[in-house]
């Protein structure tokens, strides 16, 4: 069975950091690339950023509001993708999903979620 | 960006209703496209991908259709656990953008 397990999440002040983790389990991690989605309170889904499985380069993309600030890596060895959280703001507060797709190396869907994580931005 | 635009942003239904939902790229994607569920505090749920492929284990009473840029949730006859608030979601290029999300009560 799939299981994506999000952890680090809390409370963090404005300008500080914060490093999330998403640890996998039931399928062959290094195959697939993962994803992060977020969801601000009551606000709809904001994809956030993904990385490429290690067959396809390992690289990553960001969406434009995180971009220079937060980081996503991989530690195939453990099974675990990284979300680093850098100069965060308050608009940053939100549950972070991490996410698997269907099928290996190339993302085209979200067809797993881990529970979420929820990081409070606030002094 | 892709810009995508999903119609209505709200609706009510009764139970045994056909119900649909549009969403509309703003530029043509061919149908890297996808529908998730959502339900209060949990995670989404992958509906539809491929813009007309039935994820494992949904019900058949869902389905999509669409191509291009106007896509096509349709819910054939709506049952009490539907109730959820609907997303769509473009994969042809990053930011692999989402609608703003319908949501969806029973009368």
């Known amino acids: 069975e799939v299981q994506l397990v999000e952890s680090g999440g809390g409370l963090v002040q404005p300008g500080r950091s914060l490093r999330l983790s998403c640890t996998a389990s039931?399928?062959?991690?290094?195959?697939?690339?993962m994803t992060w989605v977020r969801q601000a309170p009551g606000k709809g889904l904001e994809w956030v950023g993904f990385?490429?499985?290690?067959?396809?380069?390992?690289?990553?993309q960001y969406a434009a509001s995180v971009k220079g600030r937060f980081t996503i890596s991989r530690d195939d060895s453990k099974s675990i993708a990284y979300l680093q959280m850098s100069s965060l703001k308050t608009e940053d507060t939100a549950v972070y999903y991490c996410?698997?797709?269907?099928?290996?190396?190339?993302?085209?869907?979200?067809?797993?979620w881990g529970q979420g994580a929820l990081v409070t931005v606030s002094s | 960006d892709i810009q995508m635009t999903q119609s209505p942003s709200s609706l009510s239904a009764s139970v045994g209703d056909r119900v649909t939902i549009t969403c509309r790229a703003g530029?043509?994607?061919?149908?890297?496209f996808n529908w998730y569920q959502q339900k209060p505090g949990k995670a989404p749920k992958l509906l539809i991908y491929a813009a007309s492929s039935l994820q494992r284990g949904v019900p058949s009473r869902f389905s999509g259709s669409g191509s291009g840029t106007d896509f096509t949730l349709t819910i054939s006859s709506l049952q009490p656990e539907d109730s959820a608030t609907y997303y769509c979601q473009q994969s042809y290029n990053t930011p692999y953008t989402f609608g703003q999300g319908t949501r969806l009560e029973i009368k």
């Open positions: 039931g399928f062959t991690f290094r195959d697939y690339a």
């Open positions: 990385i490429r499985s290690e067959g396809y380069g390992g690289t990553t």
């Open positions: 530029q043509s994607i061919d149908k890297y």
């Open positions: 996410t698997r797709g269907s099928r290996i190396h190339i993302w085209l869907d979200s067809a797993y």
